[in-house]
C-alpha cells in the first residue's frame, strides 16, 4: 500500500504533465486503459494459477486448513 501511495500517485501527475502537452489527452487516456486492462487480464490470470507447492502458513495460531482446488490431489505424490 505504502509503494502503490508514494510511486503511483506522483507518477501519474507527472506522467500527466510530460505526456498530454507533447501527444494529447487521447494518448494518455490510452496508456492508462492499457494499465488497467493489464491489471485485470493480470488479476484473472492470478485467481487461475495453482502452485504446485504453496507457502507454509508460518503466522501465529494454529496452521491454515489446507483447502482442496481442482482435479489435483491435495498431497504431493512425488518423492
Known amino acids: 500500500m505504502c ?16 505526456i498530454v502537452p507533447e501527444h494529447g489527452a487521447r494518448s494518455f487516456g490510452l496508456i492508462n486503459a492499457s494499465l488497467g486492462a493489464g491489471t485485470v487480464i493480470g488479476g484473472l490470470l492470478a485467481i487461475r494459477y495453482e502452485p504446485e507447492r504453496p507457502l507454509p502458513f508460518r503466522g501465529p495460531g494454529p496452521p ?4 482442496r482446488t481442482g482435479s ?8
Do not use: D, F, I, N
Not at 3 to 18: D, E, M, T
Not at 64 to 67: D, H, L, Q, S
Not at 72 to 79: E, F, I, K, L, Y
Open 64 to 67: 491454515a486448513p489446507r483447502v
Open 72 to 79: 489435483r490431489p491435495a498431497v504431493s505424490t512425488r518423492p
Open 3 to 18: 509503494y502503490a501511495v508514494l510511486s503511483w500517485g506522483p507518477q501519474l501527475s507527472v506522467a500527466a504533465g510530460v
